[in-house]
């Protein structure tokens, strides 16, 4: 096993304290290629505790809501840390697309802190950690043990104690992470409370908030704390195939009746039109993630799948019930969000544009809909869905649109919308550019013959 550790980082933190004031050190490491059996062992981060302070301290959700695909809110003090990279239910994480929340930890008493280490992993931008730490001891006056988001702790009796940002300035932010905030003094002061202020790594996609393993406090006064057990992981059902130079991994490991139907239905199908949606969205210097994961998950409640960098999970329950339905056309939707990877331009530019998300919707829908299963007609306008139509409403309204400009006036619109989108670009001047049309004209116009079809009005 070989594991790339970077190299540590220390980053200055004032305490904001009355009476003194004391320099904090964030201690910042990460093994890159983290797998399985690394164990979450770092140069000098300590491996995590399962007989640590934190070990009996009441951990409460006080802002936010937790991900219903993760662990409760209890994995981050049960002594036990994931055994791979994307095991959501050893995890604790705030649900996707939400701006991260907030998190309390009543340890009992107060003791005094010696230092406070989290840790995390993902093989991707889940995977850093992005948080503002305070403390308290709650006597002081009009102390807030629960401040929401929009409250300043500060204001409330808590002292802020460390900033934390771990994601790296460029290249792939997986693996697994580790950081103690300490102080040089050798405690950080006598606490009882602690209020962990979470923010996502990223908002380019749903996907940015961080799959946290464990929270540790160390009592200066207390005995050498045991080591963290290992969650066993559940055993592994991965089913592989390539073409070309593309590979892709099912991950069956939770729905193992699924594998026939992914070998002789979904393989095939992912297989060929992966590399048809590469090649149906380019854009110059640009290439595509050669690895795909798809895998089959719990709880995802109402969501069929979702697709975050190269990895796709599908809604087991869901895919269950719509094997011979909609179950292949909503994992080739979720292809082409892997393909499109339009947040990539905010990575490295802070000014680029944001794709408006009907857009970024349509498109996938638009493949979808009207060139891989076209026969379905499932993006047609009727006079159910008539009155919704509007080139923004999104997904299959918006394909149905970007179908009918496609047809009409350009047929390369929507690889150039997607050039502008990926290189951060998109404007609403690349309609006009393309048709000599706004998109709001557009759309009037497009509506008008389906209304003019329908039989609701003349065309005008």
């Known amino acids: 096993m070989t594991l790339k550790t970077l190299t540590v980082i220390s980053a200055a933190v004032l305490f904001l304290d009355a009476t003194a004031f004391s320099e904090a050190k964030n201690t910042i490491e990460r093994n890159e290629s983290a797998n399985a059996n690394a164990q979450f062992r770092f140069r000098t981060v300590p491996k995590p505790s ?13 802002d936010g809501e937790r991900d219903r695909n993760g662990g409760s809110i209890a994995k981050l003090n049960d002594g036990t840390v994931p055994a791979e990279g994307d095991q959501p239910s050893e995890s604790f994480f705030f649900n996707a697309g939400t701006d991260g929340g907030r998190l309390a930890a009543d340890l009992g008493a ?20 992005v948080y503002k730490l305070y403390a308290a001891d709650g006597t002081a006056a009009g102390f807030n043990p629960a401040p929401k988001r929009g409250v300043d702790p500060t204001s409330c009796g808590w002292r802020l104690i460390g900033s934390v ?15 103690v905030v300490a102080d040089a003094s050798g405690a950080l002061g006598k606490y ?13 996609d749903p996907f940015g908030n961080t799959f946290y393993s464990e929270i540790d406090v160390i009592d200066r006064n207390a005995p050498a704390v045991a080591e963290a057990d290992t969650a066993p992981p559940p055993a592994p059902l ?27 239905e979904l393989s095939p199908v992912v297989r060929e ?5 590469v090649t149906l969205l380019p854009s110059t210097g640009y290439d595509a993630p050669e690895t795909v994961t798809i895998a089959f998950r719990d709880g995802m409640r ?15 329950e869901w895919f269950r019930g719509n094997l011979r339905g909609e179950a292949k056309g909503a994992v080739v939707h979720e292809l082409v969000h892997v393909v499109q990877q339009y947040g990539r331009a905010r990575r490295d530019n802070p000014n680029a544009t944001r794709t408006p998300g009907w857009l970024v919707e349509g498109i996938a829908d638009y493949i979808r809909w009207f060139l891989y299963e076209p026969a379905s007609k499932g993006a047609e306008i009727t006079e159910r869905n008539l009155a919704r139509a509007r080139y923004d409403a999104n997904y299959r309204i918006t394909a149905n649109f970007l179908n009918w400009v496609t047809a009409k006036y350009d047929k390369e619109i929507v690889k150039k919308l997607n050039a502008a989108a990926r290189e951060g670009k998109y404007n609403e001047e690349l309609w006009k550019e393309s048709t000599r ?13 389906h209304e003019a079809r329908l039989g609701n009005k003349p065309a005008a």
């Open 50 to 62: 399962k007989s640590d302070a934190a070990s009996k301290a009441k951990f409460t959700l006080v």
């Open 110 to 129: 107060a003791i005094d802190v010696k230092q406070i280490v989290t840790y995390s992993w993902h093989p991707g931008t889940r995977a850093p950690q």
């Open 165 to 179: 940002d771990t994601r790296p300035k460029d290249g792939d932010s997986g693996g697994q992470y580790g950081v």
């Open 192 to 204: 009882r409370y602690l209020l962990f202020d979470m923010a996502p790594t990223e908002k380019d």
């Open 238 to 264: 991965i089913v592989k195939a390539e073409e070309g130079k593309y590979h892709y991994a099912f991950d069956l490991t939770l729905a193992p009746d699924l594998r026939e139907w992914v070998e002789k």
């Open 273 to 277: 039109w992966y590399p048809r949606i």
């Open 302 to 316: 109402g969501t069929p799948a979702a697709a975050g960098g190269n990895r796709i999970s599908c809604n087991i």
């Open 437 to 449: 049309k706004t998109v709001e004209e557009l759309g009037d116009e497009w509506k008008k013959e």
